[in-house]
């Protein structure tokens, strides 16, 4: 950088003296263009050149010399926030605090992810109907700190779809939406994290829910927690009007880093509306205990378990055509089993990572699963999964996972059955 570019930078900062010097520097005649604004930065101290007397106009500027400009001008109280966050490295190991600056220019920061994804699915229940499409979600977060201990944050969600087909038809192609789907505020009331407000986030590690909620959140505690929430699983409703009125749920935990093994054991319980009562039977509450463990195996290899029990054994089915609701017996338990080797960082290039997961739970278990492939059988399901991941670049990750899932035995024939080929590219700025 050189030093006449840092000179109109610095001009435009606002420095000014109280009295022009004589003409400090050797090498800046009276008639350059710069000598006035040399000679006020120079009045007010904030250039001083070098011990010859000459001031080198036409040399490259290092960083730390520029830092050292921010910092004379900070002394004299001038409005430099984004030099003093740009410079914020230097200026910190020349012992100048810009914490209070950083706080003022970065207050609002926005953060985003894109995700493209294709799926390809395959129902050998239904003649081996096939199903596949393609989308591409964008997501932009408003992140506003309000003082040292709350933020608020909000997200707005653009979702495209480029193509939904199946064997009949095309449809939906071209079809967009866009929605504010996450408003809350987070933060601390003494040792407590508290968030209130529209969240996105998943229940029993998404293996009951996964998806937005309207709740009141509050944990206590780091390597040992306890946690609660009580709100609405709005999700559900997006689905099925009318078939959620709100939720509680409680959990306590480990989470100490390095440990062999760490675990959880946790419940909710859920009020359905009057939709959501025709198909759980008429019974308006599901509760469902869950319990919960990571092994950490061997160097980059986790095993984790997890084991849920529903107070539901009865679920219903609703014919489209006929509107009839046929009730379906299902188990009360559920449990999922899963191994991870490693794992793609975003910040990474190259890192990359395997999973495996096999699952059998009955349909009381569990109310928007977080998996890609089908869960939507009447009486549960059961089947495996695995995926890998790699990060392309940075903030960039590939990943494709396959599922092959199926109905519990019950009163559906046995080959009801689903074959799913999920795989998406992320982008995070």
């Known amino acids: 950088m050189k030093k006449s570019l840092v000179l109109a930078m610095a001009m435009a900062l606002g420095v000014t003296a109280s009295a022009y010097a004589a003409n400090p520097f050797s090498d800046v005649p009276a008639g350059h263009w710069a000598y006035d604004s040399i000679s006020k930065l120079a009045a007010a101290g904030i250039i001083e050149g070098y011990g010859d007397d000459t001031f080198r106009g036409d040399r490259l500027m290092t960083r730390y010399e520029m830092a050292q400009i921010v910092a004379k001008a900070l002394a004299k109280g001038a409005n430099v926030d984004k030099l003093a966050a740009e410079f914020a490295d230097e200026l910190d190991a020349l012992g100048v605090r810009v914490a209070a600056l950083e706080k003022k220019s970065d207050n609002v920061k926005i953060t985003g992810e894109i995700r493209y994804h294709y799926k390809h699915q395959k129902n050998t229940n239904y003649g081996d109907k096939r199903y596949s499409e393609t989308g591409l979600r964008s997501r932009l977060y408003f992140t506003g700190k309000v003082n040292d201990n709350w933020n608020y944050v909000g997200r707005i969600q653009n979702q495209q779809w480029f193509h939904k087909s199946d064997d009949d038809a095309v449809s939906n192609k071209g079809d967009e939406g866009t929605e504010f789907n996450i ?88 009020k359905f509306g009057n939709a959501g009562k025709e198909l759980t039977n008429g019974d308006e509450n599901v509760g469902i205990w869950y319990v919960g463990a990571d092994f950490n195996v061997a160097k980059d290899l986790v095993f984790n378990a997890m084991y849920l029990r529903s107070n539901r054994d009865v679920f219903g089915e609703k014919d489209e055509d006929t509107g009839v609701i046929t009730n379906h017996e299902t188990k009360k338990d559920g449990y999922v089993f899963g191994l991870g080797y490693k794992g793609a960082e975003a910040s990474e290039p190259g890192s990359w990572g395997l999973t495996a997961r096999y699952y059998h739970q009955g349909r009381g278990t569990y109310l928007a699963h977080t998996i890609d492939g089908e869960t939507g059988f009447a009486t549960g399901f059961k089947g495996w999964s695995i995926g890998g991941e790699v990060a392309v670049a940075k903030n960039m990750v590939a990943s494709v996972t396959y599922y092959d899932t199926k109905a519990l035995k019950g009163e559906q024939e046995d080959n009801a059955k689903a074959k799913v080929i999920w795989s998406e590219f992320n982008v995070t700025f």
Do not use: C, P
């Open 183 to 270: 408003a809350k505020l987070e933060g601390r009331l003494g040792g407590v994290n508290v968030i209130a407000g529209r969240d996105d986030d998943v229940f029993a590690n998404g293996y009951i829910y996964d998806g937005e909620h309207d709740a009141i959140k509050l944990s206590y505690g780091d390597k040992w927690y306890v946690s609660g929430g009580y709100g609405k699983l709005t999700d559900l409703n997006e689905d099925v009007a009318d078939s959620a009125k709100d939720f509680w749920t409680a959990e306590i935990g480990s989470n100490i880093e390095g440990s062999f093994v760490n675990g959880k054991i946790g419940y909710l319980r859920n």
